[in-house]
């Protein structure tokens, strides 16, 4: 039988290898976040097809400022000439429609705010696909953690199930501490699978922003924390309105709607059209060639321009209310962000001072009380759950930190690291 003071001391050893043994490695290299970040915008298809249209959109930029093609006609004349006494002819005949001065440049203008919305559109799409990689990754190193301590946690309880084997021994304990022990293991394996379900299903994820197999490898991710903010909330909300891509794109859609505008107002005057034909004689007589010139009459003014005039205007005003309340949005998610930051920085520090020291003293007491008798069971294990309740909680309220950080840096649509 093992003396009280040895059995302390084996626990106190399994106790400290329990805390301080290092991450167990994997199979897979280890995620870091810059990697993931890198291979999110080389790969993810959605990045992807949101540049191949903004390539779309810059090529209509050249559409627009090209002439419609010129339409060419054949018409043979007096056919058959035995019936009509003539001379079959033969005219062959292009005409070319030439836009009203300006009204060219002015589509290009068009599908020039049209490019830029959709490059805007592109700076979103990556936002969002890095955003979604960034929470990822730190659920996953939450969940990294979670299980960390739980086998931690799982170590420590083994051993005290040896304790309370050896106080049944010496007529100390009862049986019961020992089921308690060994349902509390139990517990502990139950939360296990479910975390690793979890990290499987976020895993999954990982890879479809990668454009990989749901099933390929992802590492365990490396600890990577965000340094203080040093930008003031005014300054935020200024690079957010200013950058932010979403506000840009609607921007240039507002553009683009005023600029369709002007093309309609050019819709008021007429377009030219040239032309020129050549009649061949083909039973004598001289060929002849002639040239043509003629306009449309845009007398349906009221009715067809101004109301595109006007169609136009009043979608540029409404893409310029829905601005200004996604601005407002904007500035609600800033605040927020702030807001969320500051909270976990305060909850940190309380973690730090005040509930881990105290949660692990209240264990360590437990800890030399037990083997001795001078604990119940249920105590201590109440004293273990509170110390890596705590010990989660303080990785979590770091991981929730930089939650609310990425969420400040989508709501301004720049890293706040980059803002003076």
């Given amino acids: 039988m093992k003396s009280p003071s040895l ?128 929470r990822l990754y730190y659920q996953l190193y939450l969940n ?23 106080r049944l021994g010496a007529g100390v304990g009862g049986h019961h501490d020992v089921l308690k022990m060994q349902t509390e293991t139990t517990m502990l394996d139950d939360g296990l699978i479910m975390l690793r379900a979890d990290r499987v299903e976020m895993a999954a994820m990982v890879n479809a922003l990668l454009d990989r197999p749901a099933s390929a490898p992802v590492g365990e991710p490396v600890a990577s924390w965000s340094p203080a903010i040093t930008a003031d909330r005014d300054k935020i909300v200024s690079a957010a309105l200013e950058r932010r891509p979403e506000l840009r794109e609607m921007a240039a859609m507002g553009a683009a709607e005023r600029a369709m505008a002007d093309v309609a107002r050019r819709e008021y005057y007429p377009d030219v059209m040239v032309g ?15 040239a043509m010139v003629g306009i449309n009459v845009p007398i349906w003014v009221g009715s067809k321009q101004r109301l595109d005039v006007a169609a136009a205007e009043t979608r540029a005003r409404a893409i310029g209310r829905e601005r200004a ?28 001072e005040e509930f881990i020291p105290r949660a692990q003293q209240t264990f360590d007491s437990a800890l030399k009380a037990f083997p001795a008798g001078m604990m119940s069971v249920l105590e201590v294990l109440d004293s273990l759950r509170v110390v890596t309740n705590q010990r989660l909680q303080r990785v979590a309220v770091a991981v929730d930190r930089e939650l609310a950080l990425i969420d400040l840096e989508r709501a301004a649509g720049v890293p706040v690291g980059e803002i003076r």
């Fill in 144 to 166: 990294s953690e979670a299980r960390r301590i739980n086998r931690d946690q799982r170590t420590i309880v083994d051993a005290l199930v040896d304790v309370a084997n050896g």
């Fill in 7 to 134: 059995t302390c001391q084996c626990l106190a050893w399994a106790v400290a290898a329990a805390v301080f043994a290092a991450p167990t490695a994997g199979a897979e290299e280890p995620l870091h976040l810059a990697g993931l970040l890198k291979a999110i915008r080389d790969r993810n298809p959605t990045i992807a097809g949101a540049s191949d249209r903004r390539a779309a959109a810059q090529i209509r930029i050249g559409r627009a400022r090209a002439l419609d093609d010129p339409f060419a006609t054949v018409m043979v004349e007096d056919v058959p000439p035995a019936l009509r006494g003539g001379m079959p002819m033969v005219r062959f005949q292009a005409t070319q429609m030439v836009p009203w001065p300006g009204k060219r440049d002015r589509m290009a203008t068009v599908a020039e705010r049209e490019s830029d919305a959709a490059a805007a559109h592109v700076d979103t799409t990556v936002l969002d696909a890095v955003t979604q990689g960034k």
């Fill in 276 to 290: 020129g034909l050549y009649d061949l004689r083909t039973m004598g007589g001289a060929d002849t060639l002639g």
């Fill in 325 to 352: 309340a996604m601005a407002a949005m904007v500035r609600a998610e800033i605040e927020r962000g702030l807001t969320r930051i500051d909270a976990a920085e305060r909850r940190i520090r309380l973690i730090d």
